[in-house]
């Protein structure tokens, strides 16, 4: 009936349709008249009606569903009642689909939160890269615009620690020293392509001197020295080879401070997998990953650069990173306890740091004369406001600079005294500074 009722609806809107209800009849005024072709229309026109109605009739059926399951949504959307369980859904692991690089969580913490866009007393950073011709460091930052930087965020000085050696440590020098007097200090290093030289000591302590009378005011020892650095053999260079004594010595003759960098963060020593901190790190950058046999543990590797501090007590060694060992501050208070000619500045360990507030304050009122403010970062007014707000104030649970790059957790202010702030940002590093001896 329904299918008859459609039929007749459908024709009777389309005057050219012949009658739905006597189809017989149709063919017979279709024989009658003597035309093939019209009756092969009519036949047409009864199947395209046919097929119209049969799709109208499906859609009729369905409608009901349709417009029950619409309703069904809309009234859970609107607040139907939730049936609360006290066990965990069977499918919730199925249901954790979120890559974890897409996990950006907002914390729900209602706690304090101070802007401090500029130092309380001027800073130093003894630890940057910044237009470095070494290529260390990220993009370009054109030195006046740099300068400007500077001056609202109150940081007095900037340390370039990479500036190689020769024309390319020149051409830093003219760049940022000369034209910027007072604002910008430039360390030299080693060039280890000379390793295998029958008088590779000489020659470095040779280009040191040269350094020097250029205008740099320190020796920077990268990593790669006791992990990368290898003779024509194949044999990795230890930080303590003796071949290197002459420079230590020499860094100690004219005054200048060695900034060196051994090892690296403990996570960087261990396997690559579920239970690694720093697992994210890693996998953006595998090349820091330092587990294996083909590499001396970190102890040994510490052992080492300890080894040369205590080997040459004139030369004032800063070892960068914490000494790269901020997770274990029992250890590295050892160590400047024993000793004197050691200081340690904090360069891209804010995170490591600021997540043990209270150890961490501890350590820096017992060695407030040891501690230099450095950053390891490009830099930028709002990195320098978030090492500022980690010093200078009480604001618990925020994101240190770069998070969550080295781990997924939050850091909180040791709000230091000003006395050891002013210590720690700028008469630390005057002190190391002060003691060079000028070119003779």
């Not at 024989?31 to 097929?51: K, N, P, Q, W």
């Not at 692991?93 to 969580?105: A, E, G, H, I, V």
């Not at 604002?183 to 280890?192: A, G, K, L, P, S």
Request: aromatic letters at 12%; proline letters at 7%.
């Amino acid at each position: 009936m329904l299918l008859f009722v459609s039929f007749h609806f459908v024709c009777e809107y389309n005057p050219g349709c012949p009658n739905p209800a006597f189809p017989a009849r149709a063919l017979e005024q279709a024989s009658g008249r003597g035309t093939t072709t019209e009756m092969r229309r009519s036949v047409a026109g009864y199947f395209e009606l046919l097929f119209l109605s049969a799709a109208f009739f499906i859609v009729a059926a369905l409608s009901p569903d349709i417009l029950l399951a619409q309703d069904s949504s809309v009234s859970q959307d609107r607040g139907s009642p939730q049936d609360i369980k006290y066990s965990q859904d069977p499918n919730a692991s199925r249901n954790m689909t979120l890559l974890l690089k897409d996990y950006d969580p907002k914390s729900m913490l209602h706690a304090e939160a101070h802007d401090v866009p500029r130092a309380k007393f001027p800073v130093i950073d003894m630890h940057n890269h910044v237009n470095d011709p070494g290529g260390i460091h990220g993009e370009e930052v054109p030195p006046a615009e740099l300068v400007r930087r500077m001056d609202r965020a109150n940081v007095e000085k900037i340390v370039i620690l990479t500036g190689m050696w020769g024309d390319k440590l020149q051409g830093v020098l003219d760049k940022m020293v000369k034209p910027y007097p007072g604002r910008f200090i430039v360390f030299t290093q080693f060039d280890w392509s000379k390793i295998d030289d029958a008088n590779f000591s000489a020659e470095m302590v040779a280009q040191l001197d040269d350094a020097v009378r250029r205008g740099a005011r320190g020796l920077k020892v990268l990593k790669d020295l006791g992990l990368g650095v290898r003779d024509r053999s194949g044999k990795l260079i230890s930080i303590d080879d003796p071949r290197l004594d002459p420079v230590w010595e020499e860094c100690g003759r004219l005054g200048i401070p060695v900034a060196i960098h051994s090892t690296d963060p403990e996570a960087f020593f261990t396997p690559l997998d579920s239970h690694n901190e720093r697992y994210e790190e890693l996998i953006s950058n595998p090349s820091w990953s330092f587990y294996g046999p083909q590499f001396p543990s970190k102890q040994t590797l510490l052992a080492q650069r300890n080894h040369i501090i205590e080997k040459h007590p004139r030369t004032a060694f800063i070892a960068l990173h914490v000494a790269n060992w901020p997770e274990n501050l029992d250890a590295v208070s050892a160590w400047l306890d024993k000793y004197p000619n050691m200081f340690v500045e904090f360069g891209a360990r804010q995170a490591e740091l600021g997540r043990q507030p209270r150890r961490s304050r501890k350590f820096f009122l017992d060695y407030q004369d040891r501690i230099l403010f450095g950053t390891d970062s490009e830099p930028e007014e709002a990195m320098y406001a978030n090492y500022f707000r980690w010093l200078e104030t009480g604001d618990e649970y925020f994101p240190y600079w770069g998070y969550p790059g080295q781990g997924r957790w939050q850091i909180y202010g040791m709000e230091l005294p000003d006395g050891v702030l002013e210590k720690v940002y700028h008469k630390n590093a005057d002190k190391i500074f002060a003691q060079f001896k000028g070119w003779h």
